[in-house]
């Protein structure tokens, strides 16, 4: 069996390549102005047909969104079979399908592909794909349809889900009937084995206090009224802030989980209650963050790294009670991770950590090698990872006393919980109010941990980002040549200094990322680093030279 060359090309027309675009797989897929992804976006259809085929037609997924970014901007990505990020070997195979010229070149790149893959194409490919409430979704889904039509792929539409829930049902349409059984592919079976297992884990304890929402204007809005709909308890107390995904023009502007990490204050439309308890989602809730104002109207962020160190702390108390003592807790972080969080963790915790680059396919690989691996960005981002010997080693272990009878009993239920197969906004969130509501802790009391160091991120503006090639998961330059040893000299007039340059793998840019022992020495490391980046590397547009 060969492509169907005919009907590849007819709907191949029906979506022409901007001329003037290039387009990358990055970080996160393919992310850019929504009106111009029409041609990517149909040839992603193509692709995860492809992808499934060379998987023996499991099911892949195709999400279309642009998470945080601005409300114009749209994006696409593909999902493995266990509802991970495409394995990176693919990436460059979207990026060469989403530049090809003509119909012809894409008719050539898909015969690439078959060829060095060698796909099978008897096999019936299945697709499972949704989008966020953009504007442009509902036609970038449409491009998306035709390319499904093109291979003629037995397609799942999810309609508007977040980002996590489309990965959920790709696991899920992946394991059924299997021994790995994920649950159901549905949004009720979504908030079923979620709801249900949170339910399990605090019942019989006291209930909380009321949670506000920031939804980012986004798809959490709709989905964690569902969640909550299904849940129906007083454990699960919630008032939906920034929940208008119909008026155009408000998704993520001035609320939603970025603004909050980026800005440090709270979303508009949320005024903080000394004693009250919040969190955000980003725009396709697979990001969260928590946080409160204290008694002097002071805001405190509970970010990825406080959400990190919470979980690893109850984790790793749950495995001694229940006994299991050669299974180990770890936990990934990123540069981006608060110095005193990595400190916290290795020195009161003691439990391994690594770095790893950013983005959530880096650190969830790094999870994957751990017993339990639980990872986070600073931003939000993560969850929790148990790898089959630490599944092995729970099956294995006889309780003998009620205590870890108890134990054992917990550790399922909060794998049932917990979103294994990606970040997950609401999977995180009930995650958190279990642990909160299983200790009696306020916000205040879970603060307590440690404090954050001062940091400051800064992005610089460049001639050519390209040249910045890092090492050692990103803490440090290779090139341009030099440019490292002057952060070096710098970060070592800084009391507890700590700074690295990187690309950005989301946009054309280099960030910067500081922190100090004080507010001022931090700010004076950012700038300087900015500044020496702008300098020696080509900066464009106005200097970073707020404190210098
Ligand atoms: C993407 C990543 C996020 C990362 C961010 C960094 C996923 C799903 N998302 O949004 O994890 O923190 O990029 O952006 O991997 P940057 O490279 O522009 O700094
Ligand atoms: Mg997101």
């Given at each position: 069996m060969s492509l169907n060359v005919e009907q590849i090309s007819k709907y191949s027309d029906k979506h022409p390549k901007p001329s003037s675009?290039?387009?990358?797989?990055?970080?996160?897929?393919?992310?850019?102005?929504?009106?111009?992804?029409?041609?990517?976006?149909?040839?992603?259809?193509?692709?995860?047909?492809?992808?499934?085929?060379?998987?023996?037609?499991?099911?892949?997924?195709?999400?279309?969104?642009?998470?945080?970014?601005?409300?114009?901007?749209?994006?696409?990505?593909?999902?493995?079979?266990?509802?991970?990020?495409?394995?990176?070997?693919?990436?460059?195979?979207?990026?060469?399908?989403?530049?090809?010229?003509?119909?012809?070149?894409?008719?050539?790149?898909?015969?690439?592909?078959?060829q060095e893959e060698r796909i099978d194409l008897t096999i019936k490919p299945r697709v499972a794909y949704a989008r966020d409430t953009r504007p442009s979704g509902p036609l970038l889904q449409a491009a998306l349809e035709d390319g499904l039509s093109a291979l003629d792929v037995d397609a799942s539409n999810y309609g508007v889900v977040t980002t996590p829930q489309l990965h959920y049902f790709v696991r899920c349409m992946n394991t059924e009937n299997s021994s790995a059984a994920y649950g159901e592919p549905t949004e009720a079976g979504y908030n079923a084995k979620y709801g249900q297992a949170f339910l399990r884990l605090v019942s019989g304890k006291q209930t909380p206090t009321k949670l506000y929402i920031d939804a980012a204007n986004g798809v959490g809005a709709?989905?964690?009224?569902?969640?909550?709909?299904?849940?129906?308890?007083?454990?699960?107390?919630?008032?939906?802030?920034?929940?208008?995904?119909?008026?155009?023009?408000?998704?993520?502007?001035?609320?939603?989980?970025?603004?909050?990490?980026?800005?440090?204050?709270?979303?508009?439309?949320?005024?903080?209650?000394?004693?009250?308890?919040?969190?955000?989602?980003?725009?396709?809730?697979?990001r969260i963050l928590y946080y409160y104002a204290d008694e002097h109207g002071t805001f405190h962020l509970l970010d990825g790294d406080k959400i990190s160190t919470l979980v690893?702390?109850?984790?790793?108390?749950?495995?001694?009670?229940?006994?299991?003592?050669?299974?180990?807790?770890?936990?990934?972080?990123?540069?981006?991770?608060?110095?005193?969080?990595?400190?916290?963790?290795?020195?009161?915790?003691?439990?391994?950590?690594?770095?790893?680059?950013?983005?959530?396919?880096?650190?969830?690989?790094?999870?994957?090698?751990?017993?339990?691996?639980?990872?986070?960005e600073a931003n939000g981002h993560g969850t929790v990872l148990f790898n089959p010997s630490a599944v092995a080693k729970l099956r294995a272990v006889e309780p003998a006393t009620p205590a870890q009878v108890d134990a054992v009993e917990r550790l399922w239920a909060l794998r049932d919980l917990i979103n294994e197969s990606v970040g997950d906004a609401m999977s995180d969130m009930l995650l958190v109010e279990t642990i909160l509501i299983c200790k009696g802790w306020t916000l205040p009391q879970w603060d307590e941990a440690y404090t954050d160091l001062p940091s400051?991120?800064?992005?610089?503006?460049?001639?050519?980002?390209?040249?910045?090639?890092?090492?050692?998961?990103?803490?440090?330059?290779?090139?341009?040549?030099?440019?490292?040893?002057?952060?070096?000299?710098?970060?070592?007039?800084?009391?507890?200094?700590?700074?690295?340059v990187r690309p950005s793998g989301t946009e054309d840019a280099v960030r910067v990322y500081a922190e100090a022992a004080t507010r001022r020495d931090c700010d004076q490391l950012a700038y300087s680093v900015a500044g020496a980046v702008f300098d020696k590397a080509g900066g464009r547009g106005e200097r970073p030279s707020e404190f210098i």
């Amino acid at each position: 069996m060969s492509l169907n060359v005919e009907q590849i090309s007819k709907y191949s027309d029906k979506h022409p390549k901007p001329s003037s675009t290039t387009f990358t797989y990055g970080t996160a897929g393919f992310r850019t102005i929504g009106e111009t992804l029409e041609s990517t976006v149909f040839r992603c259809g193509m692709l995860a047909a492809l992808r499934s085929q060379s998987k023996q037609g499991k099911v892949i997924g195709v999400m279309v969104t642009a998470s945080h970014n601005r409300e114009e901007d749209n994006g696409v990505k593909l999902v493995d079979p266990m509802g991970e990020m495409l394995q990176q070997s693919w990436e460059g195979y979207c990026t060469t399908m989403a530049n090809a010229a003509t119909s012809e070149e894409v008719v050539e790149v898909l015969a690439h592909i078959v060829q060095e893959e060698r796909i099978d194409l008897t096999i019936k490919p299945r697709v499972a794909y949704a989008r966020d409430t953009r504007p442009s979704g509902p036609l970038l889904q449409a491009a998306l349809e035709d390319g499904l039509s093109a291979l003629d792929v037995d397609a799942s539409n999810y309609g508007v889900v977040t980002t996590p829930q489309l990965h959920y049902f790709v696991r899920c349409m992946n394991t059924e009937n299997s021994s790995a059984a994920y649950g159901e592919p549905t949004e009720a079976g979504y908030n079923a084995k979620y709801g249900q297992a949170f339910l399990r884990l605090v019942s019989g304890k006291q209930t909380p206090t009321k949670l506000y929402i920031d939804a980012a204007n986004g798809v959490g809005a709709p989905q964690v009224l569902k969640l909550a709909d299904a849940i129906n308890s007083p454990y699960f107390n919630i008032e939906v802030r920034n929940s208008d995904t119909q008026t155009l023009g408000k998704l993520n502007v001035d609320c939603g989980a970025d603004h909050v990490k980026s800005n440090q204050r709270p979303p508009a439309g949320v005024t903080l209650v000394p004693g009250s308890r919040y969190c955000s989602f980003d725009g396709d809730a697979d990001r969260i963050l928590y946080y409160y104002a204290d008694e002097h109207g002071t805001f405190h962020l509970l970010d990825g790294d406080k959400i990190s160190t919470l979980v690893a702390t109850y984790l790793r108390d749950l495995v001694s009670t229940a006994g299991v003592d050669d299974l180990q807790v770890g936990v990934v972080q990123t540069a981006y991770a608060n110095g005193n969080s990595t400190s916290y963790i290795k020195d009161t915790l003691k439990l391994p950590t690594v770095f790893a680059k950013t983005g959530v396919k880096h650190l969830h690989h790094e999870a994957e090698k751990m017993n339990i691996g639980v990872y986070f960005e600073a931003n939000g981002h993560g969850t929790v990872l148990f790898n089959p010997s630490a599944v092995a080693k729970l099956r294995a272990v006889e309780p003998a006393t009620p205590a870890q009878v108890d134990a054992v009993e917990r550790l399922w239920a909060l794998r049932d919980l917990i979103n294994e197969s990606v970040g997950d906004a609401m999977s995180d969130m009930l995650l958190v109010e279990t642990i909160l509501i299983c200790k009696g802790w306020t916000l205040p009391q879970w603060d307590e941990a440690y404090t954050d160091l001062p940091s400051r991120l800064l992005k610089v503006v460049v001639n050519d980002s390209t040249i910045f090639k890092t090492t050692n998961a990103e803490q440090t330059l290779m090139s341009p040549p030099l440019l490292q040893d002057v952060v070096d000299s710098l970060v070592t007039k800084f009391p507890r200094g700590r700074a690295f340059v990187r690309p950005s793998g989301t946009e054309d840019a280099v960030r910067v990322y500081a922190e100090a022992a004080t507010r001022r020495d931090c700010d004076q490391l950012a700038y300087s680093v900015a500044g020496a980046v702008f300098d020696k590397a080509g900066g464009r547009g106005e200097r970073p030279s707020e404190f210098i």
